[in-house]
T-cell receptor, first 113, second 117 residues
Framework: DAKTTQPTSMDCAEGRAANLPCNHS???????VYWYRQIHSQGPQYIIH???NNETNEMASLIITEDRKSSTLILPHATLRDTAVYYC??????????????FGQGTTLQVKP | GAVVSQHPSWVICKSGTSVKIECRSL??????MFWYRQFPKQSLMLMAT?????????EQGVEKDKFLINHASLTLSTLTVTSAHPEDSSFYIC?????????????FGSGTRLTVV
């Protein structure tokens, strides 16, 4: 089962920051948090991932709470093309050096003009 | 970099026939690949994990004799849906773990839409 819970849907105004929350209260100390998004009928697209520290790349920022029980994905300036389903995923280890991604239900983000 | 190519992008087959879907890592070697299934308006469900040169590990409830997975090389994994029925119609997506490139982690193919008539 997925180890994350997310709101089913969110709206955001174009040009504003989109903040997508995720709860992962049962996360273990060595499990990473990954964020992907999926636009209709396409494969998921990697956004960002992290373990403990906040992370930032050209697409987004990931803020992880100190107790690691929740995180927030921030899209700093949402555009209409950011409308998608966003998945917060805790990678489940299957060996010492690899893991599998178990998807939850995700958040449908609608960016509005 | 780290591109996964999935083929075909869509396929229609008759009930009772078998369909093979290919997943190739184009510019990296993938020792581990993953197969997912997605029904309309639902999330991705992990079906199995395939490891190069060994048997696939199936998730609970997934029929291994119906969904045959072969990972014979470091760049190719195949999923064969045997004796397909209309309830097998779905969007099938593969993924590969990219070693040595933490910026990617896991990259996904573009998916295969299977329709069984």
């Amino acid at each position: 089962d997925a180890k994350t819970t997310q709101p089913t849907s969110m709206d955001c105004a174009e040009g504003r920051a989109a903040n997508l929350p995720c709860n992962h209260s049962t996360i273990s100390g060595n499990e990473y948090v990954y964020w992907y998004r999926q636009i209709h009928s396409q494969g998921p697209q990697y956004i960002i991932h992290g373990l403990k520290n906040n992370e930032t790349n050209e697409m987004a920022s990931l803020i992880i709470t100190e107790d690691r029980k929740s995180s927030t994905l921030i899209l700093p300036h949402a555009t209409l093309r950011d409308t998608a389903v966003y998945y917060c995923i805790v990678r489940v280890l299957i060996s010492s050096n690899t893991g599998k991604l178990i998807f939850g239900q995700g958040t449908t983000l609608q960016v509005k003009p | 970099g780290a591109v996964v190519s999935q083929h075909p992008s869509w396929v229609i087959c008759k009930s009772g026939t078998s369909v093979k879907i290919e997943c190739r890592s184009l510019d990296f070697q993938a020792t581990t690949m993953f197969w997912y299934r997605q029904f309309p308006k639902q999330s991705l469900m992990l079906m199995a994990t395939s490891n190069e040169g060994s048997k696939a590990t199936y998730e609970q409830g997934v029929e291994k004799d119906k969904f045959l997975i072969n990972h014979a090389s470091l760049t190719l994994s195949t999923l064969t849906v045997t004796s397909a029925h209309p309830e097998d119609s779905s969007f099938y997506i593969c993924s590969a773990r990219v070693t040595g490139a933490p910026a990617y982690g896991y990259t996904f193919g573009s998916g295969t839409r299977l329709t069984v008539v």
